[in-house]
T-cell receptor
Framework: DTGVSQNPRHKITKRGQNVTFRCDPI?????LYWYRQTLGQGPEFLTY????????KSRLLSDRFSAERPKGSFSTLEIQRTEQGDSAMYLC??????????????FGQGTRLTVV | AQKVTQAQTEISVVEKEDVTLDCVYE???????LFWYKQPPSGELVFLIR??????QNEISGRYSWNFQKSTSSFNFTITASQVVDSAVYFC??????????FGRGTSLIVHP
């Protein structure tokens, strides 16, 4: 088990283009989180899945953002019509089944998006 | 709503100095956990320590120790005899009833040789 994997690691795109990121959680982890982190800030929650169900979405997640987790395995985060303000590090994290409040989240290395 | 505040944006120390990172939190939950994570330049947040809301006993683990005070809603983290490899951004996080961790903005620690 190699941990949470995110692809690509870096993405440069032109304003107005669509981008899609992928996250492969640790095997058998049923909880999956997406966070966004801008320079000098902490991770900001975007959305949360338990298995394939998207249980929570932040107000930060505008209608240009959509996330999926088909079959409760990997997840994708798509940003449509990207804007320069979308430039950030997008972090994915997962945690195991029956995880309680005491269970830490396991993070990937993130996808750094730059919108030019 | 949950909130985590890390007032220190950057701390600079010389190797072997002790350093304490401050964290203040807000929550309406009666049961919650507090965490510290480390984010090295590679970008991946790594879990360091945790403490539950019912146990105010302070602990030491190697060069790490933490001080949880419910009365002041603080969860401070100390690194003893800092090393250059400790240079990173440190995040305090709160996990309450929503099971969605809330993070502070982080404190950048720079340890000079």
């Amino acid at each position: 088990d190699t941990g949470v994997s995110q692809n690509p690691r870096h993405k440069i795109t032109k304003r107005g283009q669509n981008v899609t990121f992928r996250c492969d959680p640790i095997s058998e982890h049923n909880r999956l989180y997406w966070y966004r982190q801008t320079l000098g800030q902490g991770p900001e929650f975007l959305t949360y899945f338990q298995n394939e169900a998207q249980l929570e979405k932040s107000r930060l997640l505008s209608d240009r953002f959509s996330a999926e987790r088909p079959k409760g395995s990997f997840s994708t985060l798509e940003i449509q019509r990207t804007e320069q303000g979308d430039s950030a590090m997008y972090l994915c994290a997962s945690s195991p089944p029956r995880a309680g409040l005491n269970t830490e989240a396991f993070f990937g290395q993130g996808t750094r998006l730059t919108v030019v | 709503a949950q909130k985590v505040t890390q007032a220190q944006t950057e701390i600079s120390v010389v190797e072997k100095e002790d350093v304490t990172l401050d964290c203040v939190y807000e929550t309406r939950d009666t049961t919650y956990y507090l965490f510290w994570y480390k984010q090295p330049p590679s970008g991946e947040l790594v879990f360091l320590i945790r403490r539950n809301s019912f146990d105010e006993q302070n602990e030491i683990s190697g060069r790490y120790s933490w001080n949880f005070q419910k009365s002041t809603s603080s969860f401070n983290f100390t690194i003893t005899a800092s090393q250059v490899v400790d240079s990173a951004v440190y995040f305090c996080a709160l996990n309450g009833g929503s099971y969605i961790p809330t993070f502070g903005r982080g404190t950048s620690l720079i340890v000079h040789p």
